[in-house]
């Protein structure tokens, strides 16, 4: 099952992608009586993505009252995860690029706030402070579950989906000293993700998916999840062994390159079967002085 989060004349509410367009949860809850929760975190942390997505597939769809997706002003996934992981360096092209070593004993990770996140469409903002800024393309992996110290062959269980990111970073800020990696990512909307949260069912060997930093239409670097150092599986068991995991949080599980973006510039995470996240890129700078 693909879910997006859409911006209604209500509010924000979850969305499901069929072949021919969108459905609102909520007019499903009408239409048949159920009463799932009408938005995407709420709907992550009830644990009951599985049964909608049996139920859906238990009716005749063509019965369904769909929403053109065109017609769609998608949302981020959500605004308010417990925890966002970033793991830096976890191709070994990407380190080169940046003369670093990739790291090989631990992930290189850090964590974020919620207040960097934004979604497809709206603005990635060059900060007043700043003249050096790159977005990278990640796969992102949404917990489904509350979990504590899983193992790497059980990860999938814990999993309610994957997802499109954009990280950026501060590079400026990052190169004064590698100890300010936290700070060079936690800029207001450096983080944007969605617009859509794809179920592991739909994937049919994450180690095979292509991850592409776009600019301008452009592929600046692209690699497959398989050349990662620490796959999906690693980063899921290792890190619940040092925080305990809650429904929707996220793991940005690195770029395979980082690229310079400007005022004007157009970003594409693409993926493999996944729905582009695009946004376009504003120097708060340039934005002041027109």
Request: glycine share 6%.
């Amino acid at each position: 099952m693909i879910l997006s989060t859409v911006k209604t004349d209500s509010g924000t509410t979850a969305h499901i992608h069929l072949r021919n367009g969108l459905v609102p949860v909520q007019l499903l809850n009408e239409s048949f009586h159920l009463n799932f929760p009408t938005d995407l975190f709420s709907l992550i942390q009830s644990g009951r993505i599985k049964e909608l997505q049996d139920w859906l597939g238990s009716i005749d769809q063509s019965q369904l009252i769909v929403i053109p997706i065109d017609k769609s002003k998608y949302e981020p996934l959500y605004r308010q995860p417990r925890k966002i992981w970033g793991i830096g360096l976890n191709y070994k092209e990407h380190a080169a690029d940046l003369n670093e070593v990739s790291p090989t004993d631990e992930p290189a990770s850090y964590m974020r706030p919620d207040t960097t996140i934004i979604g497809y469409g709206d603005e990635i903002q060059i900060p007043l402070q700043s003249n050096n800024v790159t977005a990278e393309a990640e796969l992102g992996i949404i917990i489904g579950k509350k979990c504590k110290n899983v193992e790497r062959e059980n990860w999938l269980d814990v999993v309610a989906g994957f997802t499109t990111i954009l990280d950026m970073t501060e590079v400026d800020v990052l190169k004064k000293n590698p100890r300010f990696l936290t700070r060079s990512k936690c800029y207001d909307t450096f983080f944007s993700f969605g617009p859509t949260l794809v179920t592991p069912d739909e994937i049919e060997d994450v180690m095979k998916l292509k991850i592409a930093t776009i600019i301008n239409g452009k592929v600046q670097a692209e690699n497959v999840v398989s050349n990662m150092t620490f796959p999906p599986d690693y980063l899921v068991s290792f890190h619940s062994k040092v925080m305990t995991f809650l429904p929707g949080d996220i793991i940005s599980t690195g770029t395979p390159g980082a690229t310079p973006i400007k005022h004007g510039d157009t970003v594409e995470c693409r993926i493999t079967g996944f729905y582009p996240l695009i946004n376009n890129v504003v120097d708060l700078k340039t934005a002041i002085s027109f």
